[in-house]
């Protein structure tokens, strides 16, 4: 069937094995089409209820009594994490920080084990808190950024690491999936190049977990960090998750030496003497209601299985390709994402000189939610576990009629109450 | 009238201007007395109310499209607690990450700011998190660490820290009220003699802010961290907040450069470049749900008012002393906390060889939670927002006959469900 009749989006929705999970979630205006699921995932129906138990019974009624329970949390949803979505053994991902405060941690405990070497490698085209903080330590430690020069579109490539990696690289730090394009990295090739290297490698699993299977283990990746208020529907926010490869944990400190970290916590003793295990990794009080929107967040995603997950998303953003190919590049939005599905992850960007104003028109006129990057670029992420195929179809329908209308062109671009630039 | 009679506790709640605001908080379990306020502060129903609101409504319904709104929340909520709790200006207080990151970031950017300096100042006596953040930063930078020797009941003297001082101390971190003892450091005295001495300091407020007035500004702090699930009600693990002083902020950085600190956040430019203002201290995306319940928790403290807050503290804490005197003292039970009301915040902890115990019978069999302190210390804390006069009484009366009747003494001391020493 013509993927320009609806009908063959109805079929597709008919036969999806995942279909029933929509219901999983609040669909507070139906007529809505959500495309910013890479953004900030849906809320679940299990994640509201979990989250008022823990409130009122947890918090509530159980007060500070619920700590012994609380401190195995992070741990726990780490495990739940290592099990289903990011192919990992358990004792290897915490839930704790932000992506951003992991990153900083994880990279200078990264750069602390490898001190002779002098040099960090990231790319141009990595996500901007990655390449902030890395920036910072190389400043801190008087190290060398080595840029790669990325293809905005395919993404990071095995062979151009392998042309920067030397006896001088302490680390090899990139994204999983990229955020603009959608490029999936070969994680397994690049981990491999820079073991063989000497250098460790810390992986951005923020656009990739929830989205393609990870296998963090079986691909050699040595750290990783990622957030889960995307796929993972934590909510606005919600505690991000740190990797560490068992086999280099006793030998990796990381610089922020608090109390959650420390081996015998409660005995308040004098000298800090961190924990043997992932545990050390820890800095503060976790976010105990945040952690258990985790939870919620991934057991739904391990029901409906990473492996179905992924296959529905290669066929949603294919539809949303081809779909694009027909009706959307003859009106100048072209593809800036990988045309081989097996190259990308589950969102796609298409690039258009007026893509803020058409992403504002989209919002305010169309009822589709998209995401803008700068400088041009329109991001649509049809997150698989809750996105229907007629969404996809009907987004780029409405899509195709707003631009070949020209009223996008009237769309402000000084800030509005739905600024899409300002979404994290 | 006697304070060993309950008429007189009666009494002080008939007159306690503040009594009303007990029924703003879900009171689970009536019989139950909690004196473990200043570990995690009560669930109240305008925080439940709004964290319902705030994932139905924000999150369910708005999606991304609350972004804009939630951008300005970390910053709106500092303001907040500027105002009405921390006595500091609009721009000087941000809500971010846990204590223990904020104390790292501003104790790196103290140290950063005073290149010549190779001296950190503390007390043994200090928060295990702060101890060891100041420790592992001295380590990495090969700084002396001066711990100063303080009176785990009085608490640390400004005289103390005037002997320490000199042209190579770079940085006065110290906590305004203590953990263990309450005892309250004199903030105003200590900023000036540091400030004297060309030194920066940081004060940690967890345990002051809410139950003391705060005065950061007049009082010359120059920096600032504190928590939020104590005294201010803000839930489990709940965001922290960090101070800095209007003058300093253009002059100082951060280490962890996050694209949350970037001056132009969504241009996504190749290189960190920091907001010239407070926001510099920001890392990555917010936690949003838990600054709203931030906000819920400071509107109603700040409705009661800290001088009222302060007021009933020191005699909710007057009457706990009196009656530790009279019914305790006899039992082995001693004052490990400053006489003078006005040397301390608001929670008491009494000494005892067999506090462990005592701690874990008190929740088994007496329906009283007080919360436990390495290495004999019981600790009380009646937050004053939710506490009653009664409450005091009855939990003395009670600590009282299970001390008096030897039952404490076949508490187990392994772990069980109630551990008290896991509580943070």
Not at 23 to 41: H, K, Q
Not at 71 to 86: C, N, S, T
Not at 166 to 174: G, I, Y
Request: aromatic content about 6%; glycine content about 8%.
């Amino acid at each position: 069937m013509d993927a320009t009749d609806r009908a063959a989006a109805e079929l597709l929705d008919a036969q999806d094995p995942l279909a029933g999970f929509r219901d999983r979630f609040v669909v507070a205006e139906p007529d809505l089409i959500y495309l910013d699921g890479n953004s900030l995932g849906r809320l679940g129906h299990a994640a509201r209820q979990r989250l008022a138990e823990a409130v009122t019974e947890e918090w509530g009624r159980g007060l500070v009594r619920s700590w012994p329970e609380w401190m195995r949390r992070p741990a726990q949803v780490g495990d739940l994490l290592a099990e289903h979505l990011l192919g990992a053994r358990p004792g290897e991902v915490l839930v704790a920080d932000s992506t951003t405060v992991n990153l900083y941690k994880l990279a200078a405990a990264a750069l602390d084990a490898r001190p002779g070497r002098r040099v960090v490698v990231t790319d141009d085209d990595n996500f901007p808190t990655d390449r902030y903080v890395l920036e910072g330590l190389a400043a801190q430690r008087g190290l060398e950024l080595r840029m790669l020069r990325t293809d905005p579109v395919e993404g990071v490539r095995a062979d151009q690491v392998a042309e920067v990696l030397d006896e001088r690289v302490a680390l090899v730090s990139l994204s999983h999936v990229a955020y603009r394009s959608g490029a999936l990295a070969d994680m397994a090739a690049i981990s491999a190049l820079a073991r063989a290297a000497g250098a460790l490698t810390l992986w951005d699993e923020c656009h990739a977990v929830g989205a393609v299977p990870v296998a963090l283990d079986a691909d050699g990746a040595d750290l990783a960090v990622g957030c889960t208020y995307k796929y993972l529907n934590a909510g606005p926010g919600a505690p991000a998750f740190l990797y560490v490869r068992a086999e280099l944990q006793p030998h990796l400190r990381q610089p922020i030496w608090g109390w959650f970290g420390q081996r015998d916590q409660f005995a308040m003793g004098s000298r800090y003497d961190p924990a043997p295990d992932l545990r050390r990794f820890a800095t503060g009080s976790p976010p105990i209601l945040g952690v258990a929107l985790v939870e919620e967040g991934a057991k739904v995603l391990a029901e409906a299985g990473i492996g179905q997950l992924y296959a529905k998303a290669q066929a949603l953003t294919g539809l949303l390709v081809e779909l694009a190919d027909r009706w959307l590049a003859p009106l100048g939005l072209t593809l800036a994402s990988p045309r081989d599905p097996a190259r990308r992850g589950a969102h796609v960007t298409l690039a258009h000189p007026d893509a803020l104003r058409i992403s504002r028109a989209l919002i305010e006129q169309a009822g589709v939610v998209p995401d803008f990057r700068t400088p041009d670029r329109l991001r649509l992420g049809p997150a698989p576990v809750a996105t229907r195929f007629v969404d996809v179809w009907d987004a780029m329908d409405r899509l195709r009629r707003l631009v070949h209308s020209g009223a996008h062109e009237h769309a402000p671009l000084e800030p509005s109450g739905v600024e899409p630039e300002t979404t994290p």
